[in-house]
């Protein structure tokens, strides 16, 4: 079922480049071909090829309810990441995000406080300090530090 | 011998003391990725090439870590393979087979040993044939022109999905997929915007490091909420951990037939070590396996998956160096690491790059040997690590990993497109699509576009430029062959199981 499920998803996004590879504007191109040939092939491929597989879609077996739930935690916290890292700072958010991935991948709380701790301070020591990647300090860092 | 006198410069690249820790550091970090379950080179490459190329490393020194990542994983990979019965990585499967039965009847430490110069001896066979064969092919691949070069990329594709995977059809899916990736962001030739829904961020297209990080870190730790770590595992003894003469040279025709065929399955467009190793084993198990033991701990059954994987690490750098035409998926990755640096792949790597090319060649002798040293004493500590938490490791890899893919251009929409794309590669995994293709499809995008409308505007718009000239017709009858491949060896398995019942 989510192997058809997943072609016609291919079908569309195939159709979809189709269609927006014939809807380009080119104002002028220097070879017959131009820059729609490619998108346009691409989608057609994929759209055939998803007919196939919405013809005779395979067994899948998914894991079990509970996996799934925790595969979307993830995904969730993932998501959470990018938009609190600025604000939080590296090391707040990062804290955060390996904290409940620790908890996740069934860590204790002890240790999950010890990875985020560890793994949030070893990284911006190593990257921040030791090789200059400018990581944000975040708004609560900052303001505590006294920079605006 | 123009060649030794480019090795010995390039041995010169690599004897810098900082190049020298970087084959270090690459080969204890690629059998560490090897050796994890769940984390193989193309996760190792994909972790550390973001920091690479922060760091502001110069390309042939980047180079030199990633591929020794590359084959040092592996030579990892068969570490939890023989002491858990858990590949370390998609090749190692087969190196289960006997490594794990020879570990259970107490013989741990020569099956690590065993494997070890196995490993190393078809590492070696293959670096030598890389060596000799590679600038042959570069110098006849001068002639391509742009036709040639689409044609090729075809033939590449054509092997990809007639050889990766069980199902041709999720192959090609999976490169149209890597394709749509690739076309997304200004088209080079015209300024004409595609696909890039006017974001800002997507006018370039899709970053390569935020797409490997995307489907080679974050989808795989979707997937590793499946698999089990490895600490709960019952670690068997290891005793000597060293291996005899006598059963080196029981093995010493397994070793050097695999090697071959390791390599030349290496070289092989889009064909990774999985295949290799699955070949090498299949094929030993008919010529020696006279008494029925391959699967109960047999040293050859061990020796071929070996030392194939890694002859065909060697072997799949010969076309990616030759040709711009990546030889596995791991590769794949070597090769957009060499665009991220500006770096045209193509036959001409060899003239405008002798000491990229060189020292990349000669850094791959100095690391098996530093693989084969340190794999010795330092088997005990690898398994220590081996049982590294998930609850430290996931969140250690994924937070590395994105830091990598920030701090290129210090963007957080690079970490949400790689979440994004990271779904996408779970979904892809679940249902059996393979990445390869993908990760091929989106590398060799720009390239295979650029020559092919090279071509229509060198021949007018006609078509039959792609079938003038010997070499696009050898390379066409090569695309024809190769999909009768699986048949042919669909038949022969099947007259196989015939046989045996």
């Known amino acids: 079922m989510i192997d058809r499920l997943f072609g016609v998803f291919l079908l569309l996004l ?24 490619f998108p346009i092939a691409a989608g057609g491929l994929l759209s055939l090829l998803s007919l196939f597989v919405i013809a005779k879609p395979k067994k899948i077996d998914f894991p079990e309810f509970s996996t799934l739930v925790k595969t979307g935690l993830i995904i969730l916290l993932l998501v959470i990441y990018q938009f609190t890292f600025n604000v939080l ?21 002890k240790q999950a406080l010890g990875s985020a701790i560890g793994v949030s301070v070893s990284v911006y020591l190593i990257f921040g300090i030791l090789l200059d990647v400018p990581l944000p300090h975040g708004v609560i860092l900052n303001f505590l530090l006294g920079v605006s | 011998m123009e060649v030794l006198t480019l090795l010995g410069h390039g041995f010169g690249t690599v ?4 190049n020298l820790f970087l084959v270090f550091l690459g080969s204890i970090l690629g059998t560490l990725f090897g050796a994890l379950p769940g984390l193989g080179p193309i996760n190792g490459v994909a972790i550390l090439l973001p920091i690479c190329y922060t760091l502001g490393l110069p390309v042939e020194s980047s180079l030199i870590l990633l591929s020794g990542i590359y084959y040092g994983a592996e030579f990892g990979g068969r570490i939890s393979s023989i002491l858990l019965n858990v ?59 742009p036709s040639e070069y689409f044609v090729l990329m075809v033939f590449a594709f ?43 961020e997507l006018y370039d297209g899709f970053e390569f490091l935020t797409v490997i990080v995307g489907f080679f870190a974050v989808s795989e730790i979707l997937l590793m909420l499946e698999h089990h770590s490895s600490e709960h595992f019952a670690m068997p003894k290891i005793t000597r951990i060293y291996v005899t003469f006598k059963e080196i040279l029981y093995c010493k025709w397994t070793i050097l037939r695999s090697s071959v065929i390791g390599f030349v399955v290496g070289v092989l467009p889009g064909t990774g ?44 750098l010969v076309p990616m160096l030759t040709l711009g035409v990546p030889g596995s998926a791991t590769t794949a ?3 957009g690491a060499l665009m991220l640096y500006n770096i045209n792949p193509g036959p001409m790597l060899f003239v405008d790059q002798p000491v990229l090319v060189w020292g990349l060649i000669a850094s791959m002798y100095v690391g098996n040997i530093m693989l084969l040293v340190i794999n010795f004493p330092l088997v ?57 293709p993908v990760i091929l499809g989106f590398v060799l995008c720009e390239i295979m576009e650029d020559n092919l409308r090279r071509a229509f505007a060198m021949s007018g718009g006609e078509a039959d430029i792609f079938f003038k000239g010997s070499i696009n017709i050898t390379l066409w009858i090569l695309t024809l062959a190769i999909f009768f491949v699986p048949m042919i060896s669909k038949f022969i398995s099947k007259k196989y199981a015939l046989g045996k019942k």
């Open chain 1, 14 to 37: 195939g159709l979809f480049f189709i269609w927006g590879g014939a809807s380009l504007e080119v104002p002028f191109s220097y070879d017959p071909l131009g820059p729609k040939f």
């Open chain 1, 89 to 109: 700072g590296f090391l707040i958010a990062t804290a955060i995000l390996v904290f409940f991935m620790s908890r996740i991948f069934k860590g204790t709380s």
């Open chain 2, 15 to 18: 004897f810098q003391p900082i």
């Open chain 2, 87 to 145: 590949p370390g990585d998609a090749g190692a499967v087969f190196t289960t087979l006997d490594g794990y039965p020879l570990a259970q009847k107490g013989l741990a430490g020569p099956a690590l040993a065993l494997s070890g110069v196995a490993s190393f001896i078809g590492g070696t066979i293959a670096i030598v044939g890389l060596t000799f064969f590679a600038p042959l092919l570069a110098t006849f691949a001068i002639d391509f022109g």
């Open chain 2, 158 to 200: 054509a092997t990809v999905s007639a050889l990766m995977g069980s199902n041709p059809v999720k192959s090609l899916v999976g490169v149209a997929i890597g394709w749509m990736i690739g076309i997304v962001g200004v088209d080079s030739t015209t300024g004409v915007m595609r696909f890039s829904f006017g974001e800002a």
């Open chain 2, 273 to 316: 070590a999985s295949i290799a190793s699955a070949v090498s084993y299949t094929l030993e198990q008919k010529l020696v396996d006279k008494e029925g033991t391959f699967g109960t701990g047999d040293m050859r059954g061990l020796a071929a998956p070996e030392s194939a994987n890694n002859a065909c690490a060697g072997g799949a």
């Open chain 2, 333 to 335: 990755v070597l090769l």
């Open chain 2, 380 to 436: 005990r500590v690898f398994t220590k690590i081996l049982q590294v938490p998930y609850w430290l490791l996931v969140p250690s890899v994924i937070v590395l990993a994105f830091v990598g893919v920030y701090s290129v251009n210090s963007s957080t929409f690079s970490l949400g497109m790689a979440t994004l794309l990271g779904v996408l590669g779970y979904f892809l995994r679940k249902l059996h699509y393979p990445m390869a």
